[in-house]
């Protein structure tokens, strides 16, 4: 090749990568790639697939902190109420929408739950059919003085105690020299984040978990809370300690390959600079040190600001998926963020390792914020929702189901190749979620465990896959044959003008 044509392939390959990352400031590199399936690419890019507006709903409110959750066989929008006349600690409360279809919305105007400070970042959780919710904050001795004009008893009564508060002096200095005593049963719940056990969430019957003391406190070993104590926007570790305060949403993934909760908080760690901690559990009770996901390619944490997280999986994907919306600082001052965030991909194999894949969205930074939780599934796409606080309504976005990211052909008119490690597929047969294009063709061919074509599963045995075809779960054969080797194989993809999302339930990018 001539050292022209050799210039004209290098501009193009960067001038892709500036499409893919998306005006993101993360750099394409193997992160993208599932190391553990890939063996080698050839004329292969990779993509993120955007969400598309499908609907606007007028609902005439801001939801705060609102996630999704499907109970009973029906979809509810919960989300916090700063709109009420309740006196503090219980200004804030718990409301719900009920989700009809999937965009269509009725307001449960009856429906309250008053938990107290418990109610800033309550959510709900579906575990093993159980409904478990979480919420509370770490109170400081500065918010005390809010909740004097209090009736209800109980608080008075809580507030007579001599021990409802321990020193703080060496973990922060710059809100009060005291916090709640997590040792202590707060009745509103600002000693820590509380676990409650609903057994009727329509009439909020419930009891507390851990005896009624919190299950996670803001003096948890391994924080990263720098904000609410010492920090120099440099180094992480010197935002080591402080408090955390809970002022977010929590996400929680179950990792069966450990078989542990993992339950995702902010981290305060700078002057309006937040990132993500996690802690791990067996029975949602006893809790680990927290630590810091780590994100990949490594980014300048104290030059970005993650506002909230999602973390989630779907059963049909063998991978951990982060939607994370991302903004930028300006410069080391409080409350110098970019204006436009960035709503993130993230896929992970173990829940602490989260690979960058891509952008999923772009709107103005505190008008837009993600309903958290899974998506709804219909007509074979997934739909997302976000509360548009500018708009007082909420948007509805879809993405073709399975189809988050995808590996696609770069030169149209080029033979490309997408060539796996050995692995052995939990299922005798192959199906890929793909489409192809104008001109375009996929083949597919299977190797033994000594990289040798196995016999009637070569390219040339291969039932071909033609141009313009769109198929969500196609189980693909070799000479009318899909019965695969039920043992190790490698697996190779060639064709040109295509596009694949998923073989069976393997993510490859």
């Not at 090749?1 to 392939?9: A, F, G, P, Q, V």
């Not at 109610?119 to 919420?135: P, V």
């Not at 978990?209 to 299950?215: A, D, F, T, V």
């Not at 305060?268 to 791990?280: A, D, E, K, P, V």
Request: glycine letters at 4%; a neutral charge.
């Amino acid at each position: 090749m001539n050292k022209s044509k050799i210039i004209y392939y290098k501009k193009k390959l960067l001038n892709q990568q500036k499409i893919n990352i998306e005006q993101s400031e993360h750099i394409i590199n193997d992160s993208f790639i599932n190391q553990s399936i890939i063996d080698s690419l050839i004329n292969i890019g990779i993509k993120t697939n955007k969400f598309k507006l499908e609907k606007t709903i007028n609902i005439n409110k801001k939801l705060f902190y609102s996630f999704i959750i499907n109970i009973d066989n029906k979809n509810y929008i919960y989300y916090r109420d700063d709109n009420t006349n309740y006196p503090k600690p219980d200004h804030e409360i718990t409301k719900r929408l009920i989700l009809e279809d999937f965009d269509s919305i009725i307001d449960n105007t009856n429906y309250e739950l008053k938990l107290g400070i418990a109610n800033h970042n309550f959510r709900l959780f579906n575990i093993n059919n159980k409904l478990y919710g979480i919420g509370g904050q770490a109170y400081l001795n500065s918010n005390y003085n809010e909740f004097q004009n209090t009736t209800n008893e109980s608080y008075l009564n809580y507030h007579k105690n001599d021990n409802i508060f321990i020193e703080g002096n060496n973990m922060n200095h710059n809100f009060g020299n005291k916090i709640y005593n997590p040792q202590i049963i707060c009745p509103y719940h600002a000693n820590g984040l509380h676990l409650f056990i609903f057994d009727d969430i329509n009439n909020n019957i419930y009891i507390k978990g851990n005896n009624e003391l919190p299950i996670i406190s803001g003096i948890m070993n391994g924080r990263h809370d720098g904000f609410y104590g010492f920090f120099n926007c440099k180094d992480i570790d010197k935002s080591k300690g402080g408090i955390s305060v809970f002022d977010s949403t929590t996400s929680i993934l179950f990792n069966s390959n450990d078989n542990k909760y993992y339950l995702y908080q902010r981290a305060n760690i700078g002057l309006s600079t937040r990132f993500i901690q996690y802690t791990t559990s067996t029975n949602l009770i006893d809790w680990s040190d927290f630590n810091l996901i780590n994100i990949n390619p490594k980014i300048d944490l104290f030059k970005n600001n993650y506002y909230y997280n999602n973390f989630f999986s779907l059963k049909d994907i063998d991978i951990y998926i982060g939607l994370l919306p991302r903004n930028k600082k300006n410069s080391l001052r409080y409350n110098d963020l970019d204006n436009k965030e960035y709503l993130e991909l993230y896929y992970s194999k173990d829940c602490i390792n989260w690979n960058y894949i891509g952008v999923l969205l772009e709107f103005e930074y505190h008008n837009k914020f993600l309903i958290l939780g899974e998506p709804i599934i219909k007509n074979n796409k997934y739909y997302f929702y976000a509360s548009d606080h500018k708009c007082r309504s909420i948007n509805v976005y879809s993405i073709e189901k399975n189809r988050f990211s995808s590996a696609y052909t770069i030169e149209n008119d080029k033979i490309s190749k997408i060539n796996l490690k050995l692995i052995k597929l939990n299922e005798p047969l192959i199906k890929i979620n793909f489409k192809t294009y104008s001109n375009g063709f996929i083949k597919i061919q299977l190797l033994n465990n000594n990289k040798e074509i196995i016999d009637n599963f070569s390219f040339n045995d291969f039932d071909i896959i033609k141009e313009n075809l769109d198929d969500l779960d196609y189980t693909v054969s070799w000479k009318n044959n899909n019965n695969i080797p039920n043992n190790e194989i490698y697996i190779e993809i060639e064709g040109i003008n295509f596009e694949i999302f998923l073989l069976n339930n393997l993510v490859i990018f």
